[in-house]
């Protein structure tokens, strides 16, 4: 059976075709169940015999220029809340020293923290037992550390 990466016209019900399946997590063989004009709708996976609304495999590059445009404004937008959030909190602990960061390290709220790949952040949430969430310039990460001491 032909395969497609694109919803081409050549695309019809019935034929196999290569999609990224939603349950599987891979790009895999699906079956075309249902199409909207000349574009694959729905697809059902060979492997896992689910049937979903149809994704490009994550090999191919063909994103919509309507898709583009809206991830590019809302990751800019989230980048920009980010980083003024992480300039508002590193000047109100401007006063406090940086520990390095490690994972055996023993950190609160608040501290501030260098690490070796993402910079100068600073810790936003203690979730237990034994992780952070520390903000960072771009981005907010979830770390382990120490945790808290149990007094057992």
């Not at 996976?45 to 149809?54: I, R």
């Not at 969430?133 to 945790?147: H, M, N, P, Q, T």
Request: proline share 5%; charged share 25%.
């Amino acid at each position: 059976m032909a395969r497609s990466t694109s919803a081409a016209s050549s695309s019809s019900v019935a034929k196999e075709t290569l999609a990224f399946c939603t349950s599987c997590k891979m790009d895999l063989n699906h079956v075309i169940v249902a199409m909207k004009g000349d574009r694959i709708a729905k697809v059902q996976c060979l492997t896992c015999k689910k049937e979903h609304v149809y994704r490009n495999p994550k090999g191919a590059t063909e994103p919509g220029p309507k898709a583009t445009r809206t991830r590019k404004s809302s990751s800019e937008d989230g980048q920009h809340s980010i980083e003024a959030e992480w300039e508002k909190l590193m000047a109100s602990h401007k006063d406090q020293p940086v520990k390095p960061y490690s994972t055996k390290g023993a950190f609160e709220l608040g501290d501030k923290l260098n690490h070796p790949s993402f910079g100068e952040g600073i810790v936003g949430k203690l979730i237990y037992p034994n992780k952070l969430e520390v903000i960072f310039r771009s981005d907010v990460k979830v770390l382990i550390y120490a945790g808290v001491a149990s007094t057992f």
